[in-house]
């Protein structure tokens, strides 16, 4: 099973003639409202590839619609607290050329209670993956307390801190970067990927595919050539079925193999975690 301590948003997506200057009110032409944040799409995706997901997070009160939809999408939701204050929020302006700009109001992943994450590792076995990343509280006491109980732990180094990354580095046993979170990593700290002292670390490279560095060395993945016309939550889709892959006892090649028909399937559709593939249209996909 997989054990996912993650970020849940309420992602408001506003369509706007521009991106707002300082000072300027301007009207937008459409609102919508998705479920989002890394942490519910990378159990979304992970559930929809047929893992047993557990997601460990917390929401407000405004926030029944979220764990319902994480519940209708395969989720186990029961580490899920309810608490006094207001479910996160993305508020995403995106103007006509697809440039976006976001503000992000953390309120309940940052407050995720000690006692949710203590109740859910209560029951998580000996070899079941325990998944964090940057959106939450919690993740150095997650990462310690997973390893400690024989856990296998995997952190997506997002939205990137280099000193989380070296905090957490001595209990993961599988890290993923994506290109840019990759380079960050090597200015702040003079690590490449491949010297990071983590049995598997995976850079994601968008159009490019992905390099797994393990105990072989270095392999490359190339992507699925297809037409993107929105690459968000891509990355997030990727990580769910990677783990979902190793969860089932998959070989990593085989684990990216679907991974990446599930990243690029991904990129052909707007939406994030409401439309991520879940299996068979991954099996089905052929170019
Ligand atoms: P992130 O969303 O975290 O930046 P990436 O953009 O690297 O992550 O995408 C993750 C994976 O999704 C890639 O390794 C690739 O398999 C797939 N992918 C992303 N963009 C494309 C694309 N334009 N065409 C095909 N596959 C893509």
Do not use: C
Not at 73 to 89: F, K, S
């Amino acid at each position: 099973a997989i054990w996912n301590l993650g970020s849940i948003n309420a992602d408001f997506v506003y369509t706007v003639p521009h991106i707002p200057a300082p000072g300027e009110t301007l009207s937008s032409t459409d609102r919508q409202m998705f479920l989002g944040g890394k942490g519910a799409n990378m159990s979304v995706a992970a559930a929809r590839a047929g893992a047993r997901v557990n997601h460990i997070g917390a929401v407000g009160a405004d926030g029944k619609w979220a764990v319902e939809r994480l519940l209708e999408y395969g989720v186990d939701t029961r580490n899920i607290a309810e608490i006094e204050t207001e479910t996160a929020q993305a508020i995403i302006m995106v103007d006509p050329q697809g440039e976006n700009a976001i503000i992000l109001h953390p309120a309940a992943n940052a407050q995720i209670p000690q006692a949710t994450l203590q109740t859910a590792m209560a029951e998580a076995q000996t070899g079941d993956w325990l998944v964090i990343q940057n959106e939450t509280n919690l993740q150095r006491t997650a990462a310690s307390l997973g390893k400690k109980m024989g856990l296998r732990v995997a952190y997506a180094a997002a939205p990137f801190d280099a000193e989380r990354v070296m905090a957490v580095q001595p209990h993961l046993d599988f890290l993923i970067l994506n290109a840019v979170e990759a380079a960050q990593l090597e200015q702040a700290t003079g690590q490449a990927p491949a010297d990071m002292d983590v049995r598997d670390v995976i850079v994601t490279l968008g159009a490019d595919g992905a390099d797994w560095y393990g105990t072989g060395g270095k392999q490359h993945f190339d992507a699925i050539a297809v037409d993107p016309v929105d690459t968000t939550g891509a990355g997030d889709t990727f990580t769910g079925y990677v783990l979902a892959g190793l969860d089932r006892g998959m070989p990593m090649e085989q684990a990216i193999g679907q991974a990446t028909k599930a990243g690029a399937l991904m990129v052909m559709r707007h939406g994030t975690a409401d439309v991520i593939p879940d299996l068979s249209e991954v099996q089905a996909f052929h170019l």
